[in-house]
């Protein structure tokens, strides 16, 4: 064997090894990097050496040319389905049928009679494929199709990382058609979807049909690029040995490299398949992935020869199934809910359906484009579904059964709560010294603080834990002060007397005198906490406490520009122009106001942080102020010319000076010139210049250093659930080194933290190729800066 050769060997079975730990035992043996560069190795030998390229290469994942159509495979072993079981008594009555058919001693009134042994998974809610291994080596991947004839999916099957192209070890035998369920994980779904919303595709109703539509692709690049998982569940052709048992069997396919459930148990008896259920149904939500039911199968394989199948179902095994997550029902009507910032969103008013469990008549349709994007009309029949905790959702319409009177969806014209005017709100890109207008989803209604359900919602907020903690004003209370017109602003909480409070409903004198003493306790909040109880649209937790921290004084904030917000870490123009709009507007200057003279004082205020102070550049400024044909470079090559912004206008100002300045072309001078010319744009370039230096951040004063801690200047973000601590937890610790943790993931982001169920924000974080850690990988990160759970 040449050198080559024997590389190749060495390096495959190095990859399919941590191929395996990786995506079957979920543990990673190597960093991503090393096992790129092993890759790219056998790549680059391959690639020089064509004659040794085999089809169970690691490199052989993704590829060949698109098919124009699938070709048929006959099952040798037919694909069956299962009967299913709904409630406990079902399952008694498949143990009954089992014990009988096996001629096995019936249970009397004074015992069960004899036990059967069952092996128990959960019912991955995917599509059913064959993977038929000849020698060891992944030959054919097939669907199930009617059970007799399939589609061959080969060069699909292979694409899905955790299914072995050779199985490891040995003993296998020399056909071996393994049989599992093709599926997609909450997470990877969750991911799939937000990428086709973002590339203006349409996104998935559920996992089941993200999987199958993934699956079911002419052209294998488009099901690589899907997150798509194998798990096994038996075997259909076999020309060798296996042991005796279903246990055993599926025991054996994990030791040649095959996925398996983590699920799976072995049960004695029916009572304890019921438990089984039970548990499982307990986790069902927490679970990565969906399932619809559990699969019970009678262990001994010589039973299930004995017991055999009827129609096509075995007699030896059976779904137990989880109450359904999809229910059709009918959309009644579509009302609309006014928000705290004046949204009004339409709500589907449904035929009352059971869903899960849980009895479903209303359900979330988020804006008009969503209307729109389902095609909705009242009378629809809809499908509705209801995953975990999350609020119901219409995922489709069943068009062929739309009545002939439905009627369209229309948004009211004046607010369903206050009467005033609804708006569509309007998108504002800014980009290059334009702005372009664009309608968004959302409509507003105009009303502001006269309009009860904003007021309610805007005091609700303002109360909260995380804002001004009152403790002991419930969202029924701030109500009932609406409602009798004794608040009309967060102002008025702080002008509540005993005698107006006392006679309310629910009210005596020591709940009356405990809730004025919490609102007085609440009268000195953390300038932080106070900014965000305003409720400023976009102004998070996160980018309450960065404005505290790095502008220091409420009125640094409500003075800031635009432009000069863009400079503090996480803040896009976009927020930016919401803080300031906030800020700027008549109504919510007087509240603020208001609240000062009753008597709040803000805690926390002080100096410009130092993080901040001296933090602009000339060269940033020019390139905020956004003008055509100018980008950091040229606004870099500007600064430095011209040293000062009055420089840089009078720059553009001289004709001849400018011609002949190099690192500019034409057209980026020309736009100069005209920006420059405007006295508008001058004035605007000025106030800002003249705000840094207010503010101190200014380039002309000393930059002072940041504190040295190992996360400083870096921005985190935790996604999804974390299992060994809380997100809170994990955010103090994160904040101890130094970083700051933020809501959203963009390009300023350093790191996404992502635990299962992490979606868009993991999803954006692969777009933008930022670093992610799974959680065992942060608390190593954690500990290697000495912080020990
Ligand atoms: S056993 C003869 N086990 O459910 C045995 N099926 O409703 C046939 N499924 O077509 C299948 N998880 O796609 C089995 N642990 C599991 C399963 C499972 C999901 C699917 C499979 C099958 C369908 C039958």
């Not at 055993?248 to 009572?271: C, F, M, N, T, Y």
């Not at 039911?293 to 009827?310: A, I």
């Not at 007085?520 to 937790?541: H, M, N, T």
């Not at 917000?565 to 927020?575: F, K």
């Amino acid at each position: 064997m040449t050198d080559s050769a024997a590389r190749i060997l060495q390096l495959r079975a190095e990859l399919e090894q941590h191929n395996h730990r990786y995506y079957v035992l979920d543990e990673p043996s190597i960093p991503d990097a090393e096992y790129d560069r092993l890759f790219n190795e056998l790549k680059a030998l391959e690639a020089a050496n064509p004659q040794l390229v085999t089809t169970d290469s690691p490199t052989q994942r993704v590829s060949g040319t698109p098919l124009t159509a699938f070709a048929e495979v006959q099952h040798e072993v037919p694909m069956l389905s299962l009967g299913n079981a709904f409630a406990e008594d079902d399952l008694l009555d498949f143990d009954r049928r089992v014990r009988e058919g096996l001629d096995l001693p019936a249970g009397d009134l004074f015992g069960g009679g004899a036990e059967i042994d069952y092996c128990c998974e959960p019912k991955l809610d995917g599509l059913a494929v064959s993977l038929l291994y000849v020698d060891g080596v992944l030959m054919r991947g097939a669907t199930r199709g009617d059970g007799s004839t399939g589609e061959d999916i080969s060069s699909n099957v292979r694409t899905i990382r955790n299914v072995p192209l050779k199985l490891q070890g040995s003993g296998w035998p020399a056909v071996l058609e393994v049989r599992g369920e093709v599926f997609m994980a909450k997470a990877g779904f969750d991911a799939l979807n937000a990428r086709q919303l973002a590339s203006g595709g349409k996104p998935f109703a559920n996992p089941r049909n993200a999987a199958a539509g993934s699956l079911r692709q002419l052209d294998a690049k488009v099901t690589a690029s899907r997150p798509l998982e194998f798990c096994c569940y038996g075997v259909g052709q076999v020309v060798g040995e296996l042991p005796s048992t279903q246990v055993a069997v599926i025991q054996a396919l994990k030791q040649w490299g095959l996925p398996i459930s983590k699920e799976l148990r072995l049960a004695h008896g029916v009572e304890e398949c019921l438990a089984y259920y039970r548990d499982i149904g307990a986790r069902r939500q927490a679970l990565a992935y969906e399932i619809d039911g559990v699969v019970f199968k009678v262990n001994d394989l010589g039973y299930q020869r004995e017991l055999g199948f009827r129609a096509r179902e075995p007699r030896w095994a059976i779904a137990h199934k989880f109450p359904a997550m999809e229910e059709l029902t009918e959309l009644l009507d579509v009302e609309f809910q006014v928000g705290r910032t004046g949204a009004v969103t339409p709500v589907a008013r449904l035929k009352p359906v059971q869903v899960a469990g849980v009895t479903v008549s209303n359900a979330t349709l988020h804006n008009m484009d969503e209307v729109a994007r389902l095609g909705l009309m009242v009378g629809d029949t809809v499908i509705i579904r209801r995953a975990g905790d999350v609020i119901p959702q219409v995922m489709a319409v069943v068009a062929e059964r739309r009545p002939a009177d439905a009627r369209p969806v229309a948004i009211p014209q004046s607010c369903p709560v206050c009467g005033s005017h609804v708006e569509r709100t309007q998108l504002v890109k800014r980009a290059k010294g334009r702005e372009t207008i664009s309608e968004g989803a959302v409509y507003r209604c105009v009303g502001r603080l006269s309009c009860e359900a904003q007021l309610k919602q805007a005091i609700i907020h303002f109360v909260s834990r995380r804002a001004l903690d009152i403790e002991g004003l419930g969202d029924k209370i701030v109500e009932q002060l609406v409602d009798v017109g004794l608040v009309h602003s967060p102002a008025d909480l702080y002008t509540l007397r005993y005698e107006q409070v006392v006679v309310l409903d629910g009210f005596a004198d020591l709940s009356t005198r405990n809730l004025l003493a919490a609102i007085e306790s609440s009268r000195q909040p953390a300038l932080a906490r106070f900014i965000y109880a305003l409720g400023i649209p976009d102004v998070g937790e996160e980018t309450a406490k960065l404005l505290a921290r790095a502008l220091g004084s409420l009125a640094r904030v409500q003075a800031a520009l635009p432009e000069v917000l863009t400079w503090l870490p996480d803040v896009g123009l976009e927020v930016a122009h919401e803080i300031h709009s906030f800020f700027e507007d008549e109504h919510n200057r007087t509240v603020i106001a208001q609240l000062l003279e009753r008597g709040l004082q803000l805690q926390d205020e002080g100096e410009l942080h130092a993080e901040f102070s001296a933090c602009a550049s000339l060269a940033e400024l020019i390139d905020k102020l956004n003008i055509a044909g100018i980008a950091a470079t040229g606004a870099k090559n500007l600064a430095d010319k011209a040293g000062s912004l009055q420089a840089v206008v009078a720059l553009s100002q001289d004709w001849l000076e400018l011609s002949v300045m190099k690192g500019l072309s034409e057209k980026a001078k020309q736009s100069l010139r005209d920006y420059f010319a405007n006295p508008a744009n001058v004035a605007r370039a000025e106030a800002i210049e003249q705000q840094l230096r207010d503010f101190g951040m200014h380039w002309g004063s000393e930059k002072k250093q940041a504190e040295g801690l190992p996360l400083a200047g870096q921005t985190w973000v935790l996604t999804g659930t974390l299992e060994l601590m809380s997100r809170d937890q994990a955010k103090q610790q994160l904040e101890s080194l130094g970083a700051k943790v933020a809501g959203s993931v963009s390009a300023k982001t350093h790191c996404v933290v992502a635990g299962p169920g992490a979606g868009s924000k993991l999803a954006k974080a692969g777009e933008l190729g930022i670093a992610v850690l799974d959680e065992a990988a942060f608390v190593e990160r954690l500990a290697g800066y000495g912080i020990v759970l």
